[in-house]
């Protein structure tokens, strides 16, 4: 695994991010022939909600509409586009969908950076959470085409993740401790008032409860 090479040129991170969709389209691939452990209803989520393309349909929405120039979303017109759906706890089959489509545009996109530039820009915005240093690792594991890294950045990224909004939580509650359960953290007011109803949307759709995509 270690001798995968990084993408260096914006050819080869165009045929990085190619390599990704190949992946995606492989697993889907893979799903429809063979016996799952998942769930009837998460397996729909997944098989409806991955773009086979990278030019998924966001509606009239631009890539320099969904990412700002420090390549972080555009919460304000994120709100606009998930506004239909932002409010639903527990059937996640259109915010999935949303995601699906979402998700492959922005890569599309930032799969064309140099990793290095990535964690550069994106770095100042990880001070808040408890290991700035380790999500920007997880950034640069991100420029190659070896799946394993992939999966290694995102269950790191989303440990840390939980942590930080564990924090923020029992900073704005002075609560003397947060709930146990990520779903359960997801679902508090005090975060949806810190971060915003769509954020948090965002967050219980990926990584949330077991009814939606459940990324990790």
């Not at 999966?151 to 790191?156: G, N, P, V």
């Amino acid at each position: 695994t270690d001798g995968v090479p990084a993408c260096k040129d914006l050819h080869s991170q165009a045929m990085c991010g190619e390599t990704h969709l190949q992946h995606v389209r492989d697993a889907m691939e893979c799903l429809s022939t063979h016996e799952t452990s998942l769930s009837p209803g998460v397996f729909s989520l997944i098989t409806t909600s991955v773009p086979r393309t990278p030019a998924a349909d966001v509606g009239a929405l631009s890539i320099s509409d969904i990412l700002t120039q420090d390549y972080c979303l555009n919460w304000p017109i994120l709100s606009e586009y998930f506004k239909d759906v932002v409010a639903e706890r527990k059937d996640y089959s259109a915010g999935a969908r949303k995601c699906g489509a979402l998700a492959a545009k922005v890569y599309h996109q930032v799969s064309q950076v140099e990793p290095s530039r990535l964690q550069d820009v994106l770095e100042q915005n990880l001070s808040w959470t408890p290991a700035p240093k380790t999500l920007s690792e997880c950034i640069g594991l991100l420029g190659t085409d070896n799946p394993l890294r992939i999966h290694i950045s995102l269950l790191i990224a989303s440990a840390v993740l939980e942590r930080a909004l564990g924090d923020v939580y029992l900073t704005v509650s002075k609560a003397a401790q947060c709930p146990s359960l990520l779903r359960d953290l997801l679902a508090t007011e005090e975060l949806e008032m810190t971060f915003g109803p769509t954020a948090m949307y965002l967050l219980r759709c990926l990584i949330g409860p077991p009814s939606g995509l459940n990324l990790r």
